[in-house]
């Protein structure tokens, strides 16, 4: 049987391999665990009655998954039929030699089942979507790569960026992750026209501008469909605690905040002060917030309820300019804690998937807590630690940096992508959820298998991959 042969058979595979992955998934999660996050989309989808609060195009996907069978379930199986394809496919895109050395039906796997990677799937979350379409982005990236000038380049380019709309679409800060792969896109379409430095660098300009012109697309279609929201995030009440600790005048601060938004806390600024310095934690910043059982929390604020949502941004704009410094300071121990670097006993209860009580609920049939235990066992909690994941994409990025004039500089922008997002999670980041920093992972899962496959490729020094025919 010739090699050709045998290629053909094994990518034939992939898809049926992928379909195994969704199998399972659906298995381990059936009928999908929800969180706050996912119930209000399911009542969006419900109701058509959307808010700029979670993105419109989640719930449209869901309301007609829902009349079908009411509840998760089919949008559970929706996320895993997508993630597991995507997955597969930027396999043999990313990872074309390895294919020649093993089978796919250990491969894709091996790949789409890390648990790092593969927990988030069990939530019905709009990150699991995100992700998925940043990895199907990631696969055009690589085959845009490796194809020649032509239609097929142009399409899949095209591919490339509706994927990255419809990550946006579905979270908003997926525009610091599209902007590294829109680069790596303009990279392959700028090909023989600058010299390779300066090439980068418009293509980095030009990624920037189309992830910036894709969110305001979704900015403007969601304000077509959906109402301001009148909420405040609990972001913006956290970062006022941690300027309050970290500014050096907890008291003063503390009125000055409650001098713009009276209603945060139904104490004077003392009392308030005094509460946030024993309540507050970089990591958490839900125990701020008053609910039936923390009667006592520093802001009493009902952050869903009637109340001026625009004087809470306005005490905190406040705050943030008369403290940058304690702001920079709250932010690095948040983010801190955001990549596990803080109590890892937290970290797993925030993730919800390694935390017993969403994952190992009673009555969970026994084949389903068997696949649970191996996939969302809280013991794994160290293999997610998002700053290692990071450096490793990081270093990935540096290697390939080495070699940009030689065309190999994929894994250049997958360093851009998953560093854009760190960025942005450094100032936006509320807890340490394990969601948040998917991608990074995802990421750095992706960097792993390519220097797998560089130390295992036997091809002799200076030979070269033929380029794909359009």
């Given at each position: ?12 595979a992939?898809?049926?391999a ?8 659906v298995?381990a ?7 706050n ?6 009542e969006?989808?419900?109701t058509?009655?959307f ?8 719930a449209l ?5 829902d009349?079908?069978?009411a ?9 895993a ?8 496919w ?11 050395r093993?089978?796919?039906?250990l ?12 927990a988030?799937?069990?939530?019905i ?7 998925a ?9 690589f ?9 097929s ?8 960026l ?20 829109l ?12 010299a ?19 969110y ?11 109402t301001p929201a009148q909420?405040?995030?609990p972001?913006l ?6 300027i ?6 907890a ?23 005094k ?6 934690s970089p990591?958490a910043a839900v ?5 039936r059982?923390?009667t ?12 001026d ?14 403290h940058?410094?304690?702001y920079l300071?709250?932010?690095l121990?948040t ?9 890892a006993a ?5 993730s919800?998937?390694l935390?017993?009580r ?5 009555g ?11 996939l969302?066992?809280?013991a794994?909690a160290p ?7 990071l ?6 990025g540096?290697?390939a ?5 030689q065309?190999d500089?994929?894994?250049?922008f ?8 760190a960025?942005s999670l450094?100032?936006?980041?509320p807890?340490e ?7 990074i ?15 295992l490729?036997?091809r002799?020094?200076?030979?070269r ?6």
């Amino acid at each position: 049987m010739s090699a050709g042969t045998v290629d053909a058979r094994r990518h034939s595979a992939l898809p049926h391999a992928a379909w195994l992955v969704a199998l399972l998934l659906v298995a381990a999660g059936w009928p999908g665990i929800l969180s706050n996050d996912s119930l209000a989309t399911l009542e969006q989808a419900r109701t058509l009655v959307f808010t700029d609060w979670h993105p419109p195009v989640m719930a449209l996907v869901w309301a007609p998954l829902d009349r079908i069978l009411a509840g998760p379930g089919l949008m559970l199986v929706a996320q895993a039929v997508l993630y597991s394809l995507a997955m597969a496919w930027l396999l043999a895109e990313a990872c074309p030699r390895l294919l020649r050395r093993a089978s796919p039906w250990l491969l894709v796997p091996a790949f789409a089942l890390f648990p790092p990677v593969a927990a988030l799937n069990v939530m019905i979350w709009k990150d699991v979507w995100m992700s998925a379409w940043l990895v199907l982005a990631l696969a055009c990236l690589f085959r845009m790569a490796r194809l020649p000038p032509g239609r097929s380049l142009r399409w899949t380019a095209a591919g490339l960026l509706a994927c990255c709309l419809l990550a946006t679409a579905f979270r908003h800060n997926a525009v610091a992750a599209t902007a590294g792969l829109l680069a790596g896109g303009a990279w392959c379409l700028l090909r023989a026209r600058f010299a390779p430095w300066w090439r980068l660098l418009a293509a980095c300009v030009a990624g920037v501008l189309a992830a910036l012109l894709l969110y305001a697309a979704v900015a403007a279609a969601t304000r077509l469909i959906a109402t301001p929201a009148q909420v405040t995030t609990p972001i913006l009440l956290h970062d006022i605690a941690g300027i309050i600790v970290h500014s050096g005048d907890a008291e003063a601060t503390a009125r000055q905040a409650l001098a713009i938004a009276p209603d945060i806390a139904d104490t004077g600024h003392r009392r308030l002060a005094k509460r946030v310095l024993k309540q507050y934690s970089p990591a958490a910043a839900v125990r701020l917030l008053s609910t039936r059982r923390r009667t006592s929390a520093a802001f009493s604020l009902d952050i869903y309820g009637p109340h001026d949502a625009d004087a809470v941004k306005r005490a905190w704009g406040a705050l943030v300019r008369t403290h940058p410094g304690a702001y920079l300071r709250h932010r690095l121990a948040t983010f801190g804690c955001l990549v596990q670097l803080c109590d890892a006993a937290g970290w797993r209860h925030h993730s919800y998937v390694l935390d017993r009580r969403y994952a190992f609920p009673d009555g969970l049939p026994g084949m389903q807590a068997a696949l649970r235990s191996v996939l969302l066992a809280p013991a794994l909690a160290p293999l997610y630690a998002p700053l290692a994941w990071l450096a490793l994409a990081v270093a990935g990025g540096l290697l390939a940096l080495r070699r940009v004039g030689q065309g190999d500089v994929v894994p250049v922008f997958l360093m851009l992508s998953a560093a854009g997002l760190a960025v942005s999670l450094f100032f936006t980041a509320p807890i340490e959820s394990y969601r948040y920093v998917h991608w990074i992972i995802v990421a750095g899962w992706t960097t792993a298998w390519l220097l797998l496959q560089r130390v295992l490729d036997r091809r002799p020094a200076g030979t070269r991959v033929a380029p794909r025919q359009a």
